[in-house]
C-alpha cells in the first residue's frame, strides 16, 4: 500500500473512531440526564417540601420498601438457590422438567400475578367464597390472610423474581468443580455442612447479583404495591406528581428512591470486597449428582413444584378463567389500537435501546480507556434507575424547556408552540432506552466475546473502516445476541408500568395501562384479558432461556 493510501486509511479509521466517540458519549449524557435532573429538581425545590414529607409520608414511605427489599430478598434466595441446588446436584424423577419448568414464571409482570391471586384469594375470591359456603361460616367468623398487604406484595415478587436467583446460581453451581466439595466431605464434613461451608461461598458471586437483581426489580415496581395500597417510594412520586401536581415533592422521592437503589448496588460491591474464586488448576471435575432416595424424593418434588405451579399453573388457570367470564374483545378496534401502540412503542424502543448498545460496546472494544469505561459504566447505571424516576427526571428538564420556548414564541411572535417534547413518543422512547440499556449491553458484550481480536486485525490489514468493520465482520457473527438482545428489551417495554403511566401521550395507552386501569376500577375479569397477551409476549424470551437451559 503507498503511503498516501495509508495515510487515507488512518483518516478514516481516526473519522470513525471520532464519530462513534461523539456518538458514545451521547448516549451516555441521554443516560446521565434524569439523575443530574432529579438532583438538581430535588435540591431546588426547597427545604419545606422535603420537612413535610419528613414529618409525614417518608417514614412510612422507607419502612414499607424496606420491608419489601427484605422479604423479596430473603425469598428469592431461599427458593432461588434452594431450587438450583436440588435441579444441579441432586437427581430424582421429574428433575429435567424442573430444570426448564422453574424458569417459567419469570414471563409474568408481578401486577399481573396480583390481578389473579386479589381475584382468587380476596373476600368476594373463589377460596373465601368456597369456604363460607363449606362451613357455613358468616365474614367475621373466621380470618384468612389478607392479599392487599406488604406480605402479599412480597409474595407476588418473590414468585415472578426468585428465576434471576436460580438461572445465575444454577450456572454457579454447574461451574464449580468437585474437588473443594469432595475434600470437605472427606474431613468429616457433612453434605449440607459442605454446602454451607464450600459451595454457596464459591457461588455467592452470583447469587449476590440475582439477589440484586430481584431487589432492583422490587424497588422499580408501581403496579403490585399501587393495586394493593402499599405506600412506598414508587406510589409516593405518582401521587406526588399526578395526585397532589407537586412536582418538588415527586423530584425529591425520587432522589430518595435513587439514592436507596445506588446505596444497595455499592454495598452489595463493597461487602463483597477483593473476594476472588479461582479454579483449582487445570483439572475441573464436574461433581457427580446425587440420587435422592426415600422421603427426599417426594421433599425435593415438592420443594422444586410449588414455586412452579403458584408461580405460573395455578395463576394461568385463573386468569384464562377470568378472560372467558369477562366482555372484552382482542379483536375489537379499542383493543386493536392498545395492541397496535404496545407493539409501537416496544418494537422502537428496542431498535433504539439495540443501535445504542452496540454503539457503546463496540466503542468499548474499539478505544479501551476511561472515556469508553465512563460511557459504559453510565449506560448500565440506567438499570439501577427505577422508571419512576427516569420519567420524573426527565419531564422536569424538557417540561422546562418547552414552557421557556412556548413563552418566548408567543412574546416574538404571538405564536404557541404548546408542548412539543413532553408528552411525545420520543421523549417515552427514550426512558425505555435508558431503563433497559443495560440488558441490551449485557447480551450484545456477550456475542462480543465470541469475535476474536484478530478479525478486527485482519479487517484494518485490509483497510476496513471501523463502522465497516461492524457492519461486514461483527454483526453478522453477532445476530443470535443482537436478536436476544432486541427481544429481551421489547418484552421488557411490553411489561413497563410507571414510566408508561407518567409519561405516555394524551389518549395513548397500552395493554399495561388497560390492565391498571382496569384492574384499579376492580374490573379483574377485564383486566386479565390484556394480562393475557403481555403474558403471552412475555413467554418468548422465557422460551429462548429455557432452551439455553435445555441445552446445558
Not at 429435567?96 to 401486577?111: H, N, Q, W
Amino acid at each position: 500500500m503507498s503511503a498516501s493510501g495509508m495515510i487515507g486509511s488512518r483518516r478514516q479509521r481516526a473519522g470513525g473512531s471520532a464519530f462513534l466517540r461523539w456518538l458514545a458519549g451521547s448516549v451516555a449524557a441521554i443516560c446521565l440526564l434524569p439523575i443530574v435532573a432529579v438532583v438538581l429538581a430535588a435540591v431546588t425545590g426547597g427545604a419545606d417540601t422535603i420537612t413535610h414529607l419528613m414529618g409525614t409520608v417518608l417514614p412510612g414511605y422507607a419502612a414499607t420498601t424496606v420491608l419489601l427489599v427484605s422479604l423479596v430478598s430473603l425469598g428469592t434466595f431461599l427458593i432461588g438457590v434452594g431450587a438450583a441446588w436440588l435441579v444441579t446436584m441432586t437427581r430424582f424423577p421429574g428433575v429435567r422438567v424442573f430444570e426448564i419448568a422453574l424458569v417459567l414464571p419469570l414471563a409474568f409482570p408481578a401486577y399481573v400475578l396480583a390481578y389473579a391471586y386479589t381475584f382468587l384469594l380476596d373476600h368476594p375470591g373463589i377460596v373465601q367464597t368456597t369456604l363460607r359456603d363449606v362451613t357455613g361460616w358468616g365474614p367475621r367468623d373466621y380470618w384468612f390472610p389478607e392479599v392487599r398487604s406488604p406480605g402479599g406484595a412480597a409474595v407476588m415478587l418473590v414468585l415472578v423474581l426468585y428465576p434471576y436467583v436460580y438461572l445465575l446460581a444454577r450456572a454457579a453451581f454447574l461451574q464449580q468443580s468437585a474437588s473443594a466439595f469432595l475434600a470437605a466431605r472427606a474431613l468429616g464434613s457433612s453434605a449440607w455442612r459442605a454446602f454451607l461451608r464450600v459451595s454457596l461461598p464459591m457461588a455467592r458471586p452470583a447469587i449476590a447479583a440475582g439477589v440484586l437483581l430481584a431487589v432492583m426489580e422490587t424497588i422499580a415496581d408501581f403496579g403490585t404495591v399501587a393495586y394493593f395500597g402499599v405506600q412506598t417510594f414508587a406510589t409516593g412520586i405518582y401521587t406526588s406528581w399526578f395526585s397532589l401536581a407537586d412536582r418538588g415533592a415527586a423530584a425529591q422521592l425520587a432522589l430518595c428512591l435513587l439514592s436507596f437503589a445506588l446505596l444497595l448496588a455499592v454495598l452489595e460491591r463493597s461487602q463483597r470486597g477483593e473476594a476472588r474464586y479461582h479454579g483449582a488448576g487445570k483439572q475441573h471435575h464436574r461433581m457427580p449428582p446425587g440420587e435422592l432416595r426415600g422421603w427426599h424424593v417426594p421433599a425435593a418434588i415438592v420443594l422444586c413444584g410449588v414455586p412452579v405451579f403458584f408461580g405460573f399453573l395455578l395463576p394461568v388457570v385463573v386468569l384464562a378463567d377470568m378472560g372467558l367470564g369477562s366482555e372484552q374483545d382482542l379483536t375489537s378496534r379499542r383493543y386493536v389500537g392498545f395492541i397496535r401502540n404496545s407493539v409501537t412503542l416496544a418494537g422502537v424502543a428496542a431498535g433504539v435501546t439495540l443501535l445504542a448498545a452496540i454503539v457503546v460496546g463496540f466503542y468499548r472494544r474499539l478505544v479501551p480507556g476511561r472515556f469508553s469505561l465512563a460511557a459504559v459504566y453510565v449506560a448500565r447505571l440506567g438499570y439501577a434507575v427505577p422508571g419512576g424516576v427516569i420519567a420524573v427526571g426527565l419531564l422536569v428538564p424538557f417540561a422546562a424547556f418547552d414552557n421557556a420556548l412556548d413563552a418566548w414564541m408567543r412574546s416574538r411572535f404571538d405564536i404557541s408552540t404548546g408542548l412539543l417534547l413532553t408528552g411525545s413518543i420520543w421523549l417515552l422512547v427514550a426512558a425505555y432506552m435508558i431503563r433497559f440499556l443495560a440488558a441490551a449491553l449485557g447480551a450484545y458484550e456477550g456475542g462480543q466475546a465470541m469475535v476474536h481480536a484478530n478479525m478486527d486485525a485482519a479487517a484494518r490489514s485490509l483497510g476496513k473502516t471501523p463502522l465497516a468493520t461492524l457492519r461486514r465482520v461483527h454483526l453478522p457473527i453477532l445476530s443470535p445476541s443482537l436478536l436476544t438482545a432486541l427481544l429481551i428489551v421489547f418484552v421488557d417495554v411490553m411489561k413497563e408500568l410507571p414510566a408508561t403511566l407518567i409519561m405516555r401521550p394524551f389518549n395513548f395507552d397500552t395493554l399495561a395501562v388497560q390492565a391498571y386501569r382496569l384492574a384499579s376500577d376492580e374490573r379483574l375479569e377485564g383486566a386479565a384479558v390484556p394480562s393475557l397477551v403481555i403474558l403471552a409476549v412475555g413467554l418468548l424470551p422465557v422460551i429462548l432461556i429455557c432452551r439455553q437451559v435445555g441445552r446445558q
